[in-house]
């Protein structure tokens, strides 16, 4: 069974910096590409960043562009969120999310999620 | 960046309805695209991918079908479990963006 659990989350003051990672079991990691999905409480869902099994290809929504840093560790089967300069838009509940696709080389060949965490809950506020 | 627009924004059925809900996208995305099904206080689940495709153990009462800019999801006998928020999501080009989401309720 796959597995995914989020960790990390807290109450941050804004400017602060903040990681998260994302332990998986239940498939082999290294095979998959991995993503990153918001929701602020109350909204829609909102794709974050993803990361290609080889960690040969990253993409990044442009709100989080240049803050925000995705990151594995295939030995660990562990995926991380560098997140910096966090600003009160960026609470919400940090899901993380494996790709449908068995090792693609460039993140626009995914086509889908197919298991997600319970996510891990990201509060920007002073 | 590709928009994605849902309609309805939400909708009440009953047990039994036939429901359908339609995604647009701005450009076109060539099927590359994406149902989920999200109950409060849980994470989404897959339900359709690649426009028409059924994920494993999804039950056959959901289907998927568009081409294009315009897409549907339909629930061919609305069931107890299926009361929740359904978002479309486009996979043919970054950033992967999802739709505002449709709730079905109960009448």
């Known amino acids: 069974e796959v597995q995914l659990v989020e960790s990390g989350g807290v109450l941050v003051q804004p400017g602060r910096s903040l990681r998260l990672s994302c332990a998986a079991s239940?498939?082999?990691?290294?095979?998959?590409?991995m993503h990153w999905v918001r929701q602020a409480p109350g909204k829609g869902l909102e794709w974050v960043s993803g990361?290609?099994?080889?960690?040969?290809?990253?993409g990044y929504a442009v709100s989080v562009k240049g803050r925000f840093t995705i990151s594995r560790d295939n030995a660990k089967n562990s995926l991380y969120l560098q997140m910096t300069s966090l600003r009160a838009e960026d609470t919400a509940l940090y899901y993380c999310?494996?790709?449908?696709?068995?090792?693609?080389?460039?993140?626009?060949?995914?086509?889908?999620?197919?298991?997600w965490g319970q996510g891990t809950m990201v509060t920007v506020s002073s | 960046a590709i928009q994605l627009t849902q309609s309805p924004s939400s909708l009440s059925a009953s047990v039994g309805d036939r429901v359908i809900i339609t995604c647009r996208a701005s450009?076109?995305?060539?099927?590359?695209l994406a149902w989920y099904q999200q109950k409060p206080g849980e994470a989404p689940n897959l339900l359709i991918y690649d426009a028409s495709d059924l994920e494993s153990g999804v039950p056959s009462r959901f289907s998927g079908s568009g081409s294009g800019t315009d897409y549907t999801l339909t629930i061919s006998s609305l069931q107890p479990e299926d009361f929740a928020t359904y978002y479309c999501q486009q996979f043919k080009r970054f950033p992967f963006t999802f739709g505002p989401g449709t709730k079905v309720d109960i009448k």
């Open positions: 450009q076109g995305i060539s099927s590359a």
């Open positions: 239940g498939f082999t990691f290294d095979d998959y590409a």
């Open positions: 990361i290609t099994w080889n960690s040969g290809s990253t």
């Open positions: 999310a494996k790709d449908l696709v068995f090792r693609i080389y460039n993140l626009n060949d995914g086509r889908a999620f197919d298991n």
